[in-house]
């Protein structure tokens, strides 16, 4: 069995999200379900239910009303960014805890996944690109599979280190050439696995190499530049630090401009101080 | 070893007359800390700032001036002035202003950020005595105000000081 082969085989096991999350997440990708069994299925969780209306309250959302309850939710949020709301209530614990081998202390994947979030709809907006219902998914889940992967890195962190230095690759091209396989392509498999929407799988797959989206993807490219931005500004980094490499093809394609740059770092910022206090 | 750590978050500053306090900026990547400190008066100062120009906004700088290197500068002074630091004497340090991998320029803010710096420092007829800036590498500042040490960390774990 190859190193790749037996990290697919070990991450295939579901011990990343209960039985009981997955047949939520299930039931959010049917296009068919009503309003009623979407409201049944989120409220049979107590905890979920209480997180998502905590996030549905955030400043993030700027709500005048309070949002009292998952009915209340779908009417003044819509069944689409409810969806959104759940999925990103459902995966965040294990997003909360250190992630080993990148060396991201309790809280930062986290911040660093709700960042890129805000990133990717703030450019969006700022740059007049459309990006997809999923958009918000996308940048909480890109890095998922650092959480399945970061065992393996860590077993195998001094070389993959190495090997970024010494030929001054991307921490993720490192990864694939010590492990063959990267966080990237892990993280597509698990999301593959737990019923995300396509569109969600192939984001999480390409988010580092958004040249194979051949500008079919615009909530791909700008999921792949607030990626780049929140590296830049240092939110969430670990081991791979700096090691990014933005595809510049795809700064074009977006009109990307120094002043966008800083008017979305900017927006980071905020954004992430007005959603934190839902996840404390 | 100093028993407290304070730590300066992204769009933060602090000063500190305090022997056993240490300031530490973590993770700064394009982002610069700027470290003061007056070996006279023993207090230090750090600044995490962000982004180079306020102009940018306004009505953020008046909430959040710590954001912006023209902004968040003068506060720095302002605030180690009043715990009897003396610009003049003091070290002034900074580290960060680093990009990621082949960064186009529409990405190269780390750069902006230490150009700017430079810039406002040298209106104030201030100067830096350190720098530790540029590359593809993050970096944490560490500075102790007990005997002004200031170190930086890069992910290889090494603190070396400067």
Redesign the interface.
């Known amino acids: 069995m190859s190193r790749r082969e037996e990290i697919l085989a070990k991450s295939a096991s579901d011990r990343y999200l209960p039985p009981s999350r997955l047949e939520l997440l299930r039931i959010l990708r049917d296009p068919d379900a009503s309003a009623a069994t979407l409201t049944r299925a989120i409220e049979c969780d107590p905890t979920l239910t209480a997180n998502v209306l905590r996030l549905a309250n955030s400043a993030y959302f700027g709500f005048a009303r309070s949002v009292a309850s998952v009915a209340d939710a779908i009417w003044r949020l819509g069944t689409r960014n409810l969806r959104q709301l759940v999925l990103t209530t459902a995966v965040s614990p294990m997003q909360k805890q250190a992630v080993k081998g990148y060396d991201l202390p309790p809280g930062d994947m986290l911040k660093h996944s709700l960042a890129v979030a805000v990133g990717a709809e703030k450019l969006g907006r700022l740059l007049k690109v459309p990006g997809c219902d999923h958009l918000f998914t996308a940048g909480i889940l890109h890095d998922i599979g650092k959480i399945a992967l970061g065992t393996f890195v860590e077993l195998d962190a001094a070389p993959i280190l190495e090997l970024a230095t010494r030929e001054g690759l991307p921490f993720v091209e490192a990864e694939r050439r010590v492990l063959g396989i990267d966080h990237a392509e892990l993280g597509a498999f698990l999301a593959d696995r737990w019923n995300l929407p396509d569109e969600v799988v192939e984001i999480v797959r390409w988010h580092h190499d958004p040249e194979k989206f051949g500008g079919r993807n615009p909530a791909g490219d700008l999921v792949h530049v607030a990626d780049a931005l929140c590296i830049l500004g240092g939110i969430g980094i670990g081991t791979d630090g700096l090691r990014y490499r933005p595809s510049e093809e795809v700064c074009d394609r977006l009109g990307l401009t120094e002043a966008a740059t800083e008017q979305a770092l900017s927006m980071i910022l905020l954004g992430l101080e007005d959603l934190e206090g839902a996840f404390s | 070893m100093p028993a407290k750590q304070r730590i300066i978050g992204?769009?933060d500053l602090a000063a500190s007359a305090d022997p056993d306090e240490q300031l530490v900026a973590?993770?700064?990547?394009?982002?610069i800390g700027v470290a003061l400190y007056d070996p006279v008066a023993k207090v230090g100062g750090l600044l995490h700032f962000?982004?180079?120009?306020s102009r940018?906004?306004r009505k953020?700088a008046e909430t959040r001036p710590a954001?912006f290197a023209d902004s968040g500068i003068p506060l720095l002074l302002r605030t180690a002035a009043s715990l009897g630091l003396e610009a003049k004497r003091a070290r002034i340090l900074a580290v960060g202003g680093?990009?990621?991998?082949?960064?186009?320029?529409?990405?190269?803010?780390?750069e902006?950020n230490f150009e700017v710096l430079r810039k406002i420092l040298d209106e104030l007829s201030l100067s830096l005595d350190t720098a530790e800036v540029g590359g593809?590498?993050?970096r944490t500042l560490i500075l102790e105000v007990g005997s002004g040490k200031a170190g930086v960390r890069t992910?290889k774990g090494e603190t070396k000081y400067l």
């Open positions: 992204i769009a973590y993770s700064l990547g394009s982002c962000m982004l180079p120009d940018m906004d953020r954001l680093a990009q990621v991998l082949n960064a186009p320029p529409s990405l190269r803010v780390g902006r593809t590498v993050n992910p």
